[in-house]
């Protein structure tokens, strides 16, 4: 559940559930969950942005810097976000509660989660993280030489056949 109960006294609050802090993930993939408390999470409007009443907003979601945000992308009422093609290496990912004129919700403080990007490991098969077909680079490249090598025992059978064929129908001739 992304939203906790409204209470009018409590201070609106987010964190992150997952990925733990210092997590390890394989592939190119980073996808956050967050929990919401005592704060209504409302669609971002980018174009004509209406002022909300207190306690109501969207989540921004921010991967090393605020300076890395596209908004089309990181505004969002969802407490799931993945980023996509993710560069290998140490990650800070930040999720603010945001007013609907995309300013940090005040005296709510941002959730901070550390977490490692790492490759997908040479040689060894995984399952992809988003349904999309992944072949590690030693079976591509087995792949491509088995390719070139049908290819070549192709055009070695072609020559030999015709030449064959050349020299039955030069004997016919004669």
Do not use: K
């Amino acid at each position: 559940m992304a939203i906790g109960a409204l209470s009018p006294t409590a201070r609106p609050s987010i964190v992150i559930v997952s990925p733990p802090s210092g997590a390890v993930l394989r592939g190119t993939t980073l996808t956050v969950r967050v929990h919401v408390r005592n704060f209504r999470l409302v669609p971002p409007n980018l174009t004509n942005p209406p002022v909300l009443p207190a306690g109501q907003g969207h989540i921004l979601y921010a991967l090393d810097s605020l300076r890395n945000v596209v908004p089309d992308r990181d505004l969002s009422a969802a407490p799931v976000h993945t980023w996509h093609n993710v560069a290998p290496g140490r990650h800070l990912v930040l999720a603010y509660l945001v007013t609907s004129q995309n300013v940090p919700y005040p005296g709510v403080a941002p959730a901070r989660r550390q977490v490692v990007l790492r490759p997908f490991s040479p040689g060894v098969a995984h399952a992809p993280q988003t349904g999309g077909a992944e072949m590690t680079a030693p079976w591509a490249l087995l792949l491509g030489f088995l390719c070139v090598g049908l290819g070549l025992i192709g055009f070695v059978l072609t020559v030999l056949l015709d030449r064959s064929y050349r020299g039955e129908a030069e004997r016919e001739i004669r």
